[in-house]
Every structure is written in structure tokens, then in C-alpha cells.
């Protein structure tokens, strides 16, 4: 069955420096999210991409973010200059339209000491 | 309350007990769907119910959407020890970006 890998699955950093998660999305599918949930809060939506542009944004997606589809295949999320509060699990999604059933990744936990 | 709130906040059942877990959400929706994430773990895609559809069933798995009322309720029955996580529901803006809004979540165990 088709389904969206991150890698890593762990990444630590120090505050400051850059952090790039990358993520596999399902080969078919068109639409591009990335989601982080801090520690037992709930899960938070970062940024939508579709058409090789984001389609929107939350705010928490600052300057420090970006993302990219650099080929046909990886969907990346930098965070340029890490901070304390940056640490938490980011899950990297897709779905087929922008109404339909969004599947999820296993996560990469960042952790920045 | 916020878009997508969960309750209750915690479960506790016995195996073969019937689960129900609620959400509310406060704009309108083009659907609602439901996660279950256990402990650590990603998010795993248990259903989809459009806002044009009240009921909606897949395996032990029965979810209710009240537009109305803007809510929502998933009912797993004759639960199992496998069944414990956390269980989230996710709605859309009607934006068609596909952005999700999730609740807070409802934790799920299933006493053995």
C-alpha cells in the first residue's frame, strides 16, 4: 500500500543551525502539507503546496521556514536557524485533491538542544 | 471552543466495550475526518465523512456528522486492547488548500 516515509526519524540539532526534514509523498498525489505537534499539544498545520507553490500558510510558517519539491519525488521542509522551541514532531503529508483523505507520514521528531 | 474540540478528553473502557468520542468544530466544513495516533507514532487515516453525508461506517468503525449542530461523534465497537491511542478529528476550511484543523484529541484505553 502506498504511503508517505520521512526521513529522519529522529534529528537532533543545536539551537541556530539549519534543518532540512525531508518527506516522500505518495507518488499520485498533488497536494503537500507539513504539520508539527509540540509534546502532548495537539497537531498544528505549518504549510499547503500544490503547483509547485505554497498554497497557504499558518503562523507559525515565519521566515525560518521554507519548503521545496526539489524533483518529482521529495517534499522538503528547512527551518534555517533552529530555535529551543522548534522542538517537535513534524509530519509530512499528501492527498490526491484538497478535499480528500490527507495521508500522514510516521513523523521525524526534532529535538534542539 | 476551537475548531475540531474533542471530548471527552480521556477514555478508559474494557475490551469488548463500545467507544463513542465527540467533536465540534465551529466553520464550515467540506469534511471531517477522523486519526488515530498512537503513542509517538504518525497519524493513521481512519475515515473520511463528507458534509453531505450523515453517517458513515468502515469495519467496527461508525462516524455520525451533524452539520447543524457541527458535530461529529466516532463510535468504535467491541473494542480491543489494540484499540488504545489517541483518536483525532480533523476538518477542513472549505478552502480546498486542504488544510486541516485537528482537535485536541481524545485518549483511548482499552483495558485487557
Known sequence: EPEVTQTPSHQVTQMGQEVILRCVPISNHLYFYWYRQILGQKVEFLVSFYNNEISEKSEIFDDQFSVERPDGSNFTLKIRSTKLEDSAMYFCASSAQGSTEAFFGQGTRLTVV | ?112
Open chain 2, 1 to 112: 471552543s476551537q475548531q475540531g474540540e474533542e471530548d471527552p478528553q480521556a477514555l478508559s473502557i474494557q475490551e469488548g466495550e463500545n467507544a463513542t468520542m465527540n467533536c465540534s468544530y465551529k466553520t464550515s466544513i467540506n469534511n471531517l475526518q477522523w486519526y488515530r495516533q498512537n503513542s509517538g507514532r504518525g497519524l493513521v487515516h481512519l475515515i473520511l465523512i463528507r458534509s453531505n453525508e450523515r453517517e458513515k461506517h468502515s469495519g467496527r468503525l461508525r462516524v455520525t456528522l451533524d452539520t447543524s449542530k457541527k458535530s461529529s461523534s466516532l463510535l468504535i465497537t467491541a473494542s480491543r486492547a489494540a484499540d488504545t491511542a489517541s483518536y483525532f478529528c480533523a476538518t477542513d476550511d472549505s478552502s480546498n488548500t486542504g488544510k486541516l484543523i485537528f482537535g485536541q484529541g481524545t485518549t483511548l484505553q482499552v483495558k485487557p
